[in-house]
């Protein structure tokens, strides 16, 4: 009575398709004499009997008689072994180099702020990094049920989770850090994607997959937002006559070839003049006594008003 059935066969994945995450081999009756193939960035998975017995992952060319089904039986002990069809066990392999993948929003999330309590719609993308974690429940979710199974399906399941877990994620954050949500955005890039990427890892535990990293690259808005934060951006910069003089000087050192003294001369007195006018203005602004009986410039944004208190920022005038 033999202990294996007859015939030998050969247990691999010759990968077709750098996209796809796992590989059912065609057989389940290991006979003696088969040979276990795993090629580097892949992991052998043995199955039987509604459990992983172990799962191989160091690449090379195994007996299945004498390397495998030793550790195997010595470790769990439930292979059904039969004379007459050998040992009964599944096989798949999966794929387990590092999947990268790209991800972003379909439709801006509305982030509700203080200016704007309806929302600012604002869009993001980036990247993250798959893993398994639970061969388990990826069999039993996914390998033991579909034929295969890619980075794109994987990618659109990250991608239908991906709104709410990031609007959840953003107004967490806010509440954590006390501070404008927009601002937040961009000065806690790094909190805001492991907060996410721990609230992806839960999600994807559901079939056996985790997100080891996920990385926020593109944060954008509106081309009107853009614009209004650029111009905003602008009065703040200007604002600083010193700094608008000191970067203009250096923009004429980087510019001047061939050591043209005279050009990087006159553009320091153009610049070193445009300080002196912009100082002479906000000096006069800042006079209280040349200010008119009617409207005036808010000391704080610059803007229009004509009452004692800005409507915008709320800064006195007078």
């Not at 193939?37 to 992991?43: E, H, L, S, T, V």
């Not at 429940?137 to 399941?157: C, M, P, V």
């Not at 070193?272 to 200010?291: D, S, T, V």
Request: charged share 20%; hydrophobic share 40%; glycine share 10%.
């Amino acid at each position: 009575m033999g202990f294996f059935g007859q015939g030998r066969s050969t247990v691999e994945w010759q990968e077709t398709r750098p996209d796809l995450l796992f590989y059912k081999w065609k057989e389940d009756e290991l006979k003696k004499g088969s040979k276990l193939i795993i090629r580097p960035g892949q992991k052998a998975i043995f199955y039987a009997n509604g459990r992983v017995e172990g799962v191989f992952e160091e690449p090379g060319t195994y007996d299945i008689y004498s390397e495998i089904v030793p550790f195997l039986s010595s470790l769990k002990g439930i292979l059904q072994l039969r004379s007459d069809t050998g040992l009964r066990a599944e096989v798949y392999f999966v794929n387990a180099k590092e999947m990268l993948l790209k991800w972003g929003t379909r439709q801006r999330i509305m982030i509700p702020t203080d200016a704007a309590p309806g929302g600012v719609p604002v869009g993001m993308n980036g990247n993250l990094v798959i893993e398994f974690k639970d061969y388990l429940k990826f069999i039993e979710r996914i390998a033991g049920i579909k034929q295969t199974y890619s980075l794109n399906d994987i990618s659109e399941r990250i991608i239908g989770e991906l709104n709410p877990v990031l609007t959840e994620a953003i107004l967490n954050g806010q509440n954590q850090i006390g501070i404008n949500v927009l601002v937040g955005l961009q000065q806690n890039n790094r909190a805001l994607a492991r907060r996410i990427q721990q609230e992806l890892d839960m999600e994807l535990l559901d079939i056996g997959f985790g997100v080891r990293d996920f990385n926020i690259i593109g944060i954008n808005y509106p081309e009107n937002v853009q614009r209004m934060a650029e111009r905003v951006a602008a009065q703040a910069f200007v604002g600083d006559v010193g700094r608008y003089a000191a970067i203009n000087m250096a923009d004429g050192l980087a510019n001047s070839q061939g050591g043209n003294v005279a050009g990087l001369a006159a553009q320091f007195a153009m610049g070193n003049q445009l300080a002196q006018q912009m100082n002479g203005a906000i000096n006069n602004n800042q006079q209280p006594q040349q200010q008119p009986a009617g409207d005036r410039f808010c000391p704080h944004c610059r803007k229009m008003v004509a009452s004692k208190f800005c409507p915008d920022c709320g800064t006195q005038t007078v």
